[in-house]
């Protein structure tokens, strides 16, 4: 896949399960006011995917908040096993530190077999952080101070996320994606 299919595979799953199923109700007012970077990493192995997320973090932590506030670096091949990619976790998490960005940009994790642990893996639970390919998403945590004040009772979010995953069920989650 190219770039551009890649990013439209990414924008299909926040419009239709991220923002349609509200399964994060900030994300709807960045989005729509384009302030979502997408960047592919083509690294050919960890290291490579490491200097992406070095430059990423650089980027965003320059950019103004009103231009660009969030990046998804969305990595199409690389880490396809889900341990793999949760092993990686710790190693992206450092490269934060090393740049001295810690509680200023944090990352969360999706990937296409994402699971919580303590789960199964068909558990529909596990879809609110399911991605078409694995995503590091660095957010500002300024940003989330935000969303969380404006938004009440934030702690629940997990749990209406499940209720409303089992609500849909899974032919309901695979009708999303049959849309025309």
């Given at each position: 896949m190219n770039d551009e299919a890649i990013i439209a595979a990414t924008r299909e799953w926040i419009e239709l399960a991220v923002i349609g199923l509200n399964l994060c109700p900030?994300?709807?007012a960045v989005y729509v006011r384009h302030r979502v970077r997408f960047v592919v990493s083509r690294a050919r192995h960890l290291d490579g995917?490491?200097?992406d997320l070095d430059r990423e973090l650089e980027f965003l932590a320059a950019a103004d908040p009103a231009v660009v506030e969030t990046t998804l670096l969305i990595h199409p091949t690389l880490l396809p096993d889900f341990l793999d990619f949760n092993a990686f976790l710790p190693r992206a998490e450092a490269?934060?530190?090393?740049?001295d960005l810690r509680g200023v940009i944090q990352i969360a994790s999706f990937?296409?077999?994402f699971q919580f642990a303590g789960t199964q893996p068909?558990?529909?639970g596990n879809f609110t952080n399911r991605a078409p390919f694995p995503t590091l998403h660095l957010l500002r945590e300024a940003s989330i101070d935000r969303a969380v004040a404006a938004f009440p009772e934030a702690e629940t979010i997990y749990e209406r996320n499940i209720e409303t995953l089992d609500a849909l069920g899974p032919a309901g989650w695979r009708g999303l994606w049959s849309q025309p």
């Open positions: 900030f994300a709807k995917l490491l200097e490269v934060v530190e090393e740049h990937h296409p077999a068909g558990d529909l």
